[in-house]
């Protein structure tokens, strides 16, 4: 049966960017779910937090016949969260109007396209990713599950991305380069040569810095 609407998971900034573009292709949002107890009875741009814990969102989301979308920025925790509700809930695809999405590209289920966002040819985005605003992944481009390309970021032609990672606003993937697993990339790198998995890199060129660990946020 076609779902209804959507439930999304995460009241914060995320999720009232995923209710918009989730209006702006007629979606209906039929609530928000959040792990804060404190935020049970409040309101994302008029549209109410009516359950609080996964048992919770997986009830009312069956009894509605609703798909879930999780608005979580944090990779790790996205990856976590999905993990946890694994085949108990469908997931919402949501692409907004003015993202270009190539006939032949491939979009993962949970995962969001925003405003300007392009993905070209034969590009393929894994599930519960984010392409932001105004991002480019180029033709041929392999992306992971749980992967953030963040505002303004752009991919050259055949960019490999491991799972999980992250590139910050603004960085350049020169084409043909992989980046590794759990990765993250920071603001207004250049990366032209490959990166391995789980560390951090920075700087025009970009270079590894450290490792990498779920608390890192460079988006």
Known sequence: MQPQGIYIYGAG???????????????AVLGFADGNSNLRGSQ?????????????????AR?????????IGS??????????????VPFAT???????????AQVGPGSILLPGSILHARARVGAHSILNTGSIVDHDCDLGDFVHVSVGARLGGGVRVGEGSLLGIGALVRNGVSIGAK??????AAVVGDLPAEVVAWGVPARVQRPSNDQDSFS
Not at 75 to 88: E, M, P, T
Not at 94 to 104: F, I, N
């Open 13 to 27: 900034g995320h999720g009232a960017v995923a209710l918009e573009v989730a209006r702006a292709t007629s979606r």
């Open 44 to 60: 994302v741009l008029g549209v109410p937090v009516r359950a609080t814990t996964l048992g919770e969102l997986i009830e009312v």
């Open 63 to 71: 009894r509605e016949e609703a798909e879930v979308f999780l608005a």
């Open 75 to 88: 990779n790790s925790r996205r990856a976590q969260i999905a993990g946890r509700l694994g085949d108990a």
């Open 94 to 104: 949501l692409v907004h109007p003015t993202a270009e999405v190539s006939p032949s």
């Open 183 to 188: 990765t993250i990339v920071g603001v207004g």
